[in-house]
């Protein structure tokens, strides 16, 4: 258990997803304006991560390491998640409204995004088994959800500020993201 | 003009449009978590470059011969299984004669696959041009990539650990910045090469002297360009505008 709530942790936080990683990083910046649409994505990763980390996990264990094809991970990984997705948007679209409507726009798009695959890959590479996966999945979904959510807190509060000509826009964004990924790394001296 | 040159300067036309013109890196801003993420030495960064060039002009190839094979509404699938293989091979390449590039590029090999520019180039330009214009278009956009990851990259290892490719540029005085090697470093300069950007008004996407960028096209890496990804975007911006006019009700 104790090693459980670590994995947490240091995929949430030590290494974050966004800001020590890199990976999803159009969504990071591209739906971070508003906090309501940055927690959406937030949570429609969270839940397409966990999924797709079980998922992935269960077709490398059960299929491709009975059968020697681990070399084949790439192709699997990326076509399980995307064929999952799909699935998952239409079986809440069509039991659960409610959900399709709040999660709904956020599905679609990230069908493919990288730190789905990440999370998948860096499962079978560090050989997790499905609890671990699910966990590393969950983490690093979460470290995704406070990031953005984050982001999206100092970019409505950053609005009205008064930010140099050439700075307006993406470069600003950037700076933030880099002060933010300074913050994160503080965790790297937790000793855990 | 002789037939033959023409056809050359047409072939050198998609080249010279993705090494200068609509170079990925700085005018595209595509491939954006490739480009932070192994930046950070410009071995790396030159190491995942000449492996995307390798991974999009192959891709590129197959892609444009078979591209009146492929059934219209299953391309995506279709291309995400040619990306992903050329991608495997690649790995398995580097894995064997250059375990060095591999170890330190670790996970962003495979992730090649999702990165936006070799299914953007596939989308955008393969599926509709011939074989050899679809390779020098795959070459060029690999090298403008290339050439791209390189100087940041070279910029960065300069600042950060006063060094490029491993060979001590700095005199002895230069204290290295280290920050610039590690993860807040890759985001402050792409936040400077942008505000110069701007402050130039030199094309490039992020300050919408691009047209066609696609740079937030809301996370899917793998259809930015022109394809499922721009209706979603618009899906995305009127859920916004509807839930806004909602909240403004609300207040009033």
Known sequence: MGKLVLLFITSAFVS??????????????????????????????VFVIVIASAAANLVFDFILVPLDLTYLQTIVFILVIAALVQFVEMIIKKYSPGLYNALGVYLALITTNCAVLGVALTNAKEGYNLIYSIVYGLGTAFGYLVSITLLAGIRERMENNDVPKSFQGMPIVLITAGLMAIAFYGFSGLKL | MSQQNKEKTSLLKPFINGLITENPTFVLMLGL???L???????????????????????????SALRNIIPDKVRMPAYIVIVASFVTIVQFILQGYAPGIYESLGIYIPLIVVNCIILGRAEAYANSHSVGLSIMDGLGMGFGFTIGLFLIGAFRELLGSGTILGFKLTPASFEPIAIFVLAPGAFFVLAALTAIQNKFKLKSATNGS?????LACGGDCLSC???????????????????AKNDKKKED
């Open chain 2, 210 to 214: 691009v047209t066609r960028s696609n």
């Open chain 2, 33 to 35: 978590c490739p480009t």
């Open chain 2, 225 to 243: 360009h022109g394809s499922i990804c721009e209706s979603n975007r618009d899906k995305l911006e009127t859920t916004n505008s509807v839930t």
């Open chain 2, 37 to 63: 993420a192994v930046t950070n030495s410009a071995s790396n960064a030159l190491g995942m470059g000449l492996s995307s060039t390798a991974v999009l002009v192959m891709s590129n190839l197959l892609i």
């Open chain 1, 16 to 45: 974050n997803v966004v800001l020590s990683r890199f990976l999803g990083l159009c969504s990071f910046v591209g739906v971070s304006k508003k906090i309501k649409t940055a927690v959406g994505m937030g949570l429609a990763v």
